[in-house]
């Protein structure tokens, strides 16, 4: 038995005794405290190293250590088995070509019998252009939680990807009826799915709006409107044209509620939800998504529920509720899938995309509000509001729906050094 907690014992019980406590005793009081942490340091050091070797080569003193001590060789051992757990929920599985062929083949089957199919989508089906996912072995938080620097980028320059022209095909072809996105990149929007089959939980990069305005008015713009927001700060520094309140963007961050009736659209997932009869996810950990009970129909027998399909290389909370699990680039099954479906695999062209006729020019005095690049049209003129304010090729962007993650990454980071 170690002497720092007897120590600490007969510390309090002398001042208990005497009825003093003076400034020396409350030093002994806190050496105390501090050889019983550096103890306990110890001892966790020493079971940790025998519990590293294999039972039959640790010696006789050794083994008594164990003894003496079953508290922290079990508390050890059950640290050791979450640590592999999470490192097992963090590897990206592939399946071999044959089985994912007979997956895709599955989840063909149920799309065409679905009666009311809803898509969830994350971050994972923008990687294909260019944009980091959170999670995955190179994602945001993977990386600062790593303590490595991610560089940051304009995600204006992002084009939609083959899932999300797939996404919108099926929509298209009338089966598929609802897409609940994570995603704030607008590639949804920009794929040319309709705004009313299409919920973003947590905004939208090219939206801006006046919440003074009733309705709420909404400006879409060719640019990333939220190089001066943040958490709980939403202004954009620019003026509704209506009433000349200051406009802000759409985006929900982490620890924020998302109020905004579009293009969240919180109605139209929900009712989706209700109806489904198949839910789709794709590239999703559905670690924050899982939190949204509307989404699930969990409030209904599991016979009742809508039949899950997951499309993700990492594990999920849900993998255990799921008809069928694919584990593949979510750009390798839907072409797949297409292939079943008898679809030719649509191409983004950006002279299909509904941004430039929903876009909102801006005013003459507002050119310079920014430094974002503009997407250009695809007969490669600029707008009045194209000047990117002179950014060069590869500059890192700082602020916005994204790169506040960096920031505060790296602020962490430093402080930690």
């Known amino acids: 038995m170690d002497s720092s907690p007897q120590l600490r014992c007969d510390v309090m019980a002398e001042v208990a005794t005497t009825g003093v406590s003076s400034r020396a005793e409350r030093k002994a009081l806190e050496k105390a405290r501090i050889l019983e942490r550096e103890s306990e340091r110890k001892i966790f050091r020493l079971v940790g190293r025998v519990l590293k070797k294999p039972e ?3 010696s006789e003193e050794e083994a008594a250590v164990l003894l003496l001590h079953t508290d922290t060789a079990e508390e050890l051992s059950r640290r050791h088995v979450r640590s592999r757990v999470l490192k097992r929920k963090q590897e990206e599985v592939y399946d071999d070509a044959e089985g994912l062929q007979s997956k895709v083949r599955q989840l063909a089957v149920a799309i ?7 898509v969830y989508t ?3 089906i923008s990687t294909a252009a260019s944009i980091p996912d959170y999670r995955g072995p190179n994602g945001v938080w993977t990386q600062l939680q790593k303590g490595r620097t ?7 320059k992002a084009e939609p990807t083959l899932t999300h022209m797939c996404i919108r095909m099926l929509h298209k072809e009338k089966m598929v009826n609802h897409v609940v996105s994570q995603n704030c990149d607008g590639l949804h929007m920009r794929s040319g799915l309709p705004r009313n089959a299409l ?3 947590h905004g939208n990069m090219f939206i801006e709006v006046c919440t003074g305005c009733s309705p709420v008015r909404e400006c879409v713009r060719v640019f990333d409107v939220t190089e001066r927001t943040s958490l709980h700060r939403h202004g954009t520094g620019r003026r509704c044209s209506q009433c000349s309140g200051e406009l802000r963007d759409t985006i929900v961050h982490f620890g924020e509620r998302g109020t905004l009736e ?3 659209n919180w109605r139209g997932a929900a009712e989706a939800a209700t109806r489904a009869d198949v839910i789709l996810c794709l590239g999703s950990s559905l670690k924050v998504l899982k939190k949204y009970a509307c989404l ?3 409030n209904r027998p599991a016979s009742k529920r809508p039949k899950l399909y997951i499309v993700n290389l990492q594990w999920t909370p849900k993998d255990d509720l799921a008809t069928l699990k694919i584990n593949g680039k979510c750009d390798d099954v839907m072409s797949l899938l297409m ?3 008898d679809f030719q695999t649509p191409v983004y062209d950006r002279a299909d995309d509904p941004i430039f006729t929903l876009a909102t020019p801006l005013g003459p005095e507002e050119v310079d509000s920014h430094t974002r690049e503009v997407i250009a049209p695809p007969d490669g003129e600029q707008e009045i509001s194209a000047d990117p304010g002179g950014q060069e090729e590869g500059t890192a962007v700082q602020g916005g729906w994204f790169g506040r993650g960096y920031n505060k990454g790296r602020k962490k980071k430093k402080k930690a050094t």
């Open 56 to 58: 039959a080569e640790r």
């Open 122 to 124: 994350g971050a994972g």
């Open 296 to 298: 699930w129909c969990m």
């Open 112 to 118: 065409k019998q679905a009666h009311h199919l809803v």
């Open 150 to 156: 991610v560089n940051s980028s304009d995600l204006s």
């Open 262 to 264: 579009q293009p969240l």
């Open 339 to 341: 292939e079943e479906l």
């Open 199 to 201: 919920s973003e939980l």
